[in-house]
């Protein structure tokens, strides 16, 4: 029989992500006793662009998507953030995962500012020269406000190499000279950087073991479901596997399997590959995507999309560990239901902030010319996220309170800092 979970959304919970994110900043600011005046100018983004892109499709017809570009900050260095193509992709959406590029990229400690980027469509529904005309559509219009030291676009989710070579080619050709530092998860041969695709699902994974070792959970022992095997998930799921976890659950946009004894990851990988899904994997039970989260593992790795664990469903939850592959799937009301449970939440802005991290690692080697080695990216990025998780823990345990709590007033104090000594400009 299939295992079944209620709907996770609730309606009478805030669930829109800029609004999330205003209130997890507010919450750390007043920890923080910020003043009042720099915390408006902190709260806000910088710039904010709407765009209407006019694109010829394979039909002959013209259609106009819409599209936006984000930078919240830039006090601690240049701006940086993906770029999404998806259909749900809204304005709010994309102001706050700018927002929580910004605090990502201070609680790693690395130089950037935090940018984000999207566009309104379905990209499985267009032809690889239809995507490559909307691309440089939007490209050329945000030419003017980006580059390798004002904003470093990347991919994110359903964009990937490819679309950042097409930016990477149009703001080269519209600025007369080649310039690979513009973005970041380039393709290799372009000036990407070795160990990129991995990133994201590496750091988290590094956090997660480190969760583990201060928790006291034996890895050789520990169990792990997984809810969204798309890249970052499926990458994740390998790397715990290898680490020793036994992976019991997995899910995708098409639904989910489970198997208590644990699933062999390389066959469902190669099973992924050939049929587009994990539905339907020989040896292992249906399962939704919701009652995958509902599962009792050590560790709970998020990676789909935002407002994944609210308020209709913290209570279910029975992992030991929550590491958010993905950006905001648990909101702040959830939060409050898990601290209370003791379920250790190790935050977005901390558990995925490998894949910024690298990305700043490619953006060094790309304006030096002095290109790494994998094995020298993940020590770099190993030892990077290592003091990430002990500087958020310690600040956790300073301020008696969560994980995410903690990583906010870490992150927002760096800022704070940078702003305050800048000064404001005239």
Known sequence: MALTA?????????????????????????????????????????????LSLPVRMDSGKIHVFDGYRVQHNNSRGPCKGGIRYHPNVSFDEVKALASWMTWKCATVNIPFGGAKGGIICDPRKMSKGELERLTRRY????????????????PDVYTDSQIMAWIMDTYSMTHGASSPGVVTGKPIWLGGSEGRNEATARGCVFVA????????????????????????????????????????????????ILNRKGLDVASLLAYKEKTGSVAGFSGAEKISSEAVLELEVDVLVPAALENQITRANAEKIRAKIVAEAANGPTTPAADTVLHKKGIMVLPDILANAGGVTVSYFEWVQDLAEDFWEEGEVNRRLEKVMGKAFDDVHRTAKEYAVDMRTGAYILAIGRVAKATQSRGIWP
């Not at 490209?139 to 990347?154: F, H, M, N, Q, V």
């Not at 990458?235 to 946009?253: H, N, Y």
Request: aromatic share 4%; proline share 6%; net charge neutral.
């Open 139 to 154: 490209a050329y219009e945000i030419s003017d406000l980006i580059g390798p030291d004002r904003d470093i676009p990347a």
């Open 209 to 256: 073991r480190r969760a583990c070792e201060v928790l006291g959970i034996d890895l050789k022992n520990a169990t792990a479901a997984v809810q969204g095997f798309g890249n970052a998930g499926s990458i994740a799921a390998r790397l715990l596997a290898k680490s020793g976890f036994k992976i019991i659950a997995v899910s995708d946009s098409r639904g989910g």
């Open 6 to 50: 209620s709907p996770v959304l609730d309606t009478a919970e805030e669930l829109n992500p800029f609004r999330i994110a205003m209130s997890q900043f507010d919450t750390a600011a007043e920890l923080l006793r910020l003043e009042p005046d720099l915390r408006e100018v902190l709260r806000r983004p910088r710039r904010s662009l709407s």
